[in-house]
């Protein structure tokens, strides 16, 4: 649910009314609970209650600058390791993306991205790597900002990035991962520019709108 940004970033969770939609007993809830404090989704204040967290934009643009070295690594690996076979997922991804462009869908961008991404960890062939790839996607799912202005160049990115797994060019596949988390970091540094360091990264109306209708809020 989170993963899908049915509640929006510092949001507290109803654990009873959780558990009641799910269909569940609150104990596996508080598991799972646990298990996203870990990981740094979710973080309890006491008195109060769990919240979903929020990242500011000084913790999005750390968490990008990493991710923008280790995904280059990742198109590195995956070169000489990618099959045809995931090179044709990517191919159906990129339509699906098209798509989901011209209806300027953030919550199905979301989803897609995460999928494509996905799919070069995976052919990196490094188990650690991807692990470590995917704990970084699911800490930047509370960033729910604006990004309608640059989802075309996003988009092209990304067939730039499998053009270049598909000539096994590194240097090329290096290049486009880097450049496409450096336009990430140019807005979070924007979104930084106007507002406290404090305040988390608000976000987009749209996909406000679509996670509290998602919420049944």
């Not at 913790?59 to 590195?76: G, M, P, Q």
Request: charged letters at 25%; glycine letters at 4%.
């Amino acid at each position: 649910m989170i993963a899908e940004r049915r509640f929006l970033s510092g949001s507290r969770l109803n654990v009873e009314e959780l558990a009641r939609k799910l269909g569940a007993s609150r104990t596996p809830i508080w598991e799972a609970v646990r298990k996203l404090e870990q990981e740094g989704l979710l973080r309890s204040i006491p008195n109060r209650g769990v919240f979903l967290m929020e990242l500011t934009p000084k913790a999005a643009i750390e968490l990008y600058t990493v991710r923008a070295a280790l995904e280059s690594l990742a198109a590195k690996l995956a070169i000489s390791r990618i099959r045809e076979q995931t090179l044709t997922k990517m191919d159906q991804s990129l339509q699906r993306q098209a798509a989901i462009v011209q209806q300027a869908d953030l919550l199905a961008y979301s989803r897609e991205d995460f999928y494509f991404h996905k799919l070069i960890y995976t052919a990196s062939g490094n188990a650690f790597l991807q692990e470590i790839l995917e704990g970084i996607e699911h800490k930047a799912r509370p960033i729910g900002m604006q990004i309608t202005s640059i989802l075309s160049e996003l988009l092209n990115d990304h067939r730039n990035l499998v053009s270049a797994l598909r000539a096994r060019d590194a240097t090329r596949a290096e290049m486009t991962f880097r450049e496409h988390n450096e336009r990430m970091l140019a807005l979070f540094t924007s979104i930084g520019e106007k507002q406290s360091p404090e305040q988390g990264i608000l976000p987009a109306p749209e996909l406000k709108e679509k996670t509290l209708a998602a919420s049944g809020s």
